[in-house]
């Protein structure tokens, strides 16, 4: 008696997923949330609406995939920073880091955790909520890494580590803003070394 093959489970995507979401992270990254339609990240991620639902979610859940990669990829420095053996080069680092991914060739100008929702209505609610926990959470990471620095000698004991953070942070956002404006790498190099003047030592 013949026995009937089973069928596959599931059928091949038929696309590279990992390059279709780099597609949508740059889309996201130059457009800004609502500014993103669907027509826009599908055209560009070549693929269908049905496709990218299968594979992505809804475009909520695609721009919290994107985020994802953009943190993982052009937003590494970040993470890269906190490595640096001192308080100062942890700054001087990150600052210089946010120099570079918003104003790298080939890539959108400014930063997709700044832009991606600054202003947004209802429909554009859940992003610009994501982006806040994304840039709290990398106020958090600096904090933690000012308070060992802090603990260590590194800096002195009467420095406010919250406040080393959001100030850098804050100044990152503002470099991230005038790149998007068209300011030079240059240009917002020097801003970054004037704001390391104030740097305290130990």
């Not at 002195?156 to 300011?183: C, E, F, H, K, S």
């Amino acid at each position: 008696m013949a026995t009937r093959q089973k069928a596959p489970i599931g059928r091949p995507r038929g696309f590279d997923a990992d390059a279709a979401l780099e597609q949508a992270m740059r889309v996201f990254w130059e457009q800004g949330y609502e500014g993103a339609s669907l027509t826009d990240l599908t055209n560009a991620m070549g693929i269908t609406r049905t496709s990218m639902y299968a594979a992505f979610g809804n475009k909520e859940d695609l721009f919290r995939k994107a985020l994802e990669r953009y943190t993982e990829g052009p937003a590494s420095y970040g993470a890269r920073a906190m490595r640096e053996p001192t308080a100062r080069q942890v700054a001087t680092a990150f600052l210089a880091g946010s120099v570079r991914a918003t104003t790298s060739p080939g890539c959108p100008a400014g930063c997709l955790g700044v832009q991606g929702s600054l202003a947004a209505g209802d429909a554009g609610r859940s992003a610009r909520d994501a982006l806040v926990v994304w840039r709290d959470e990398h106020v958090a990471l600096l904090r933690d890494r000012f308070q060992r620095a802090v603990d260590e000698g590194d800096l002195p004991r009467d420095a406010d580590p919250g406040a080393l953070a959001r100030y850098l942070m804050t100044v990152a956002n503002g470099i991230a803003v005038q790149a998007a404006g068209g300011t030079t790498r240059d240009a917002l190099q020097l801003v970054a070394d004037m704001a390391l003047r104030s740097w305290p030592s130990a």
